[in-house]
C-alpha cells in the first residue's frame, strides 16, 4: 500500500510543487508555517484538485483528511466521534457504529468523556476526541492536521505512539510542529517552501531539518 504523488497547485502568491509518496505507517510531516502541509494533504485527500500532475494511490480504498472540527457546543463526545464513522457525512448510524466510536474514544484516552458536552472540553481533550474520530474512520489513508496541537508532551508521545501502532496496515500522516514526536513515527517528510525536502525514517534525518527555534531574547 503506498500513496505517490507528483503535483502542483498555486494558491495566491504560494506554489506548491511536491513530489514522493507516503507508505505504510506513520508518517509526521512537518516543515514551517505556510511550508504547503495542509495544501498538500488536500490534494491527497480528494478536497483540493491539483493544477497539474498526479496522485497514485495503490492499494488505498478509503481515505479521510482531519483538520479542525467543528461541533456545536452542545454536542457530546460521542457525537464528534460518531461523525467519523459516517467520514463526517451526516449519515445515520448503528448500534455497530456507536460501539466501535465507543472503542476509540477509549483507546485515545476520552472514554469517560463520551457523554460530555463540547462546550465544556478543555482544548486538549477536543483535541483527542477529534483524533477518535479521525481514527472511527477507519480509512486507509488518514490525513491528520497537527493532531497534537494542544496536547502537553508526554500526552504528545502517548499519542504519536498509538498512531504509529494503529498505522500498521495502513498509511497514517500527521502534520506537527513538535518535533520531539519524530522518534516516535516510522517516517518523516519535510516539506519547506511547498516542496519536499526530504523524507526518510527519523533515524536518519539530515539534522539541518530539525534546527531549533530561536530563544527568546
Ligand atoms: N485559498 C488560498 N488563497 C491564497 N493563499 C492560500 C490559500 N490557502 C492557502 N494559502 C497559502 O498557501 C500557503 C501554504 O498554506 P498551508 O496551509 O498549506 O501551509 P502549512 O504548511 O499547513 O502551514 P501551517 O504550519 O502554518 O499550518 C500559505 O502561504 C497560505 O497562506
Known amino acids: 500500500m503506498y500513496v505517490a504523488f507528483d503535483v502542483e497547485k498555486r494558491l495566491g502568491e504560494f506554489r506548491l510543487s511536491a513530489r514522493g509518496e507516503l507508505r505504510e505507517g506513520a508518517t509526521c510531516v512537518v516543515g514551517p508555517n505556510g511550508a504547503g502541509k495542509t495544501t498538500l494533504f488536500k490534494i491527497l485527500a480528494g478536497i483540493l484538485k491539483p493544477d497539474k500532475g498526479r496522485v497514485e494511490y495503490v492499494g488505498v480504498k478509503s481515505r479521510a483528511y482531519v ?38 474514544a477509549e483507546l485515545v484516552g476520552v472514554g469517560a468523556l463520551l457523554q460530555r458536552r463540547w462546550g465544556t472540553l478543555s482544548g486538549g481533550q477536543r483535541q483527542l476526541a477529534v483524533v477518535a474520530a479521525a481514527l472511527a474512520t477507519e480509512a486507509d489513508l488518514l490525513l491528520l492536521d497537527e ?71
Open 67 to 104: 483538520g479542525d472540527l467543528y461541533a456545536p457546543p452542545d454536542s457530546t463526545v460521542m457525537d464528534v466521534v460518531l461523525a467519523g464513522r459516517t467520514r463526517f457525512g451526516g449519515k445515520p448510524v448503528g448500534r455497530e457504529d456507536a460501539a466501535a466510536a465507543a472503542r476509540f
Open 147 to 217: 493532531p497534537m496541537a494542544n496536547l502537553h508532551g508526554d500526552r504528545r508521545a502517548e499519542l504519536a505512539e498509538l498512531l504509529k501502532r494503529e498505522a500498521r496496515g495502513k498509511i497514517i500522516a500527521y502534520t506537527t510542529h513538535h518535533l520531539d514526536v519524530l522518534p516516535c513515527c516510522d517516517y518523516v517528510m519535510v516539506i519547506e517552501d511547498g516542496e519536499v525536502k526530504w523524507a526518510g525514517p527519523p533515524s536518519q534525518i539530515d539534522p539541518a531539518h530539525l534546527t531549533r527555534p530561536k530563544a527568546c531574547r
